[in-house]
């Protein structure tokens, strides 16, 4: 059963442009969730999606955005890049939450440089 | 913000020692999950506890959970040079139709030969 797949894995991009991430989670699952992780600021929640519906958001500011498709494929985006978004950008993917929740599992992450 | 705390923050042990780490988190959870991640890639689960169970054992590893103390503990048996990574736990809470993970900062372990 092949993992949650990311790519890219590496991008370098430049102040001011914009960028689009993907993750195609493990088969079967229909939630995806997005976070970011800075040394600084360590492993941040960006959003979940689950049906197509984002569900939970975290705090970012609205230049990042996400969709998910219904095969369950997610994308997220981040518009005017700033020097600070360089980070490790982790998708994970699980089943439907359910009442006590669920695992999450993680695929390797974009690594993204802004120059 | 960080939901979780790790203690320590770094930990240095012998192979074949045992490594304990310990979370402290704030609100209500569903669950709490435990992560690995080796040198800024992506992350491992290890395993789920429930926020009605107390005890978790998978392989070497030992979850324990106390929810009035808010408090969690992972215990490596007999470690190994491989279990050299940083460890997370994360707590769930199934809110909004999803469920949300937040992380907390991380134990470094390193096991010398």
């Known amino acids: 059963k092949a993992g949650v797949t990311q790519t890219p894995r590496y991008l370098i991009k430049t102040r001011g442009q914009q960028v689009t991430l993907s993750c195609s989670p493990i088969?079967?699952?229909?939630?995806v969730s997005w976070y970011q992780q800075t040394p600084g600021q360590g492993l941040q929640f960006l959003f979940e999606?689950?049906?197509?519906?984002?569900?939970n958001k975290g705090n970012f500011p609205g230049r990042f955005s996400g969709r998910q498709f219904s095969n369950s494929r997610s994308e997220m985006n981040v518009s005017t890049l700033e020097l600070g978004d360089s980070a490790l950008y982790l998708c994970?993917?699980?089943?439907?939450?359910?009442?006590?929740?669920?695992?999450?599992?993680f695929g390797q992450g974009t690594r993204l440089t802004v120059v | 913000s960080q939901q979780g705390e790790e203690d320590p923050q770094a930990l240095s042990i012998q192979e074949g020692e045992n490594a304990t780490m310990n979370c402290s988190y704030k609100?209500?959870?569903?669950?709490l999950q435990w992560y690995r991640q080796n040198s800024g890639r992506g992350l491992v689960h290890l395993i789920l506890?429930?926020?009605?169970?107390r005890e978790k054992h998978s392989g070497r590893l030992r979850v324990t959970l106390d929810t009035s103390k808010k408090s969690s503990s992972l215990l490596i048996t007999a470690s190994r040079a491989a279990d050299t990574a940083s460890y997370f736990c994360?707590?769930?809470?199934?809110?909004?139709?999803?469920?949300?993970?937040?992380f907390g900062t991380g134990t470094q372990l390193k096991v010398e030969l």
């Open positions: 088969s079967g699952h229909r939630s």
């Open positions: 609100t209500s959870i569903n669950n």
């Open positions: 994970a993917s699980s089943r439907s939450p359910g009442t006590g929740g669920t695992e999450a599992f």
């Open positions: 506890i429930r926020s009605n169970e």
């Open positions: 994360a707590t769930g809470l199934v809110t909004g139709g999803g469920n949300k993970l937040t």
């Open positions: 999606y689950f049906s197509e519906t984002q569900r």
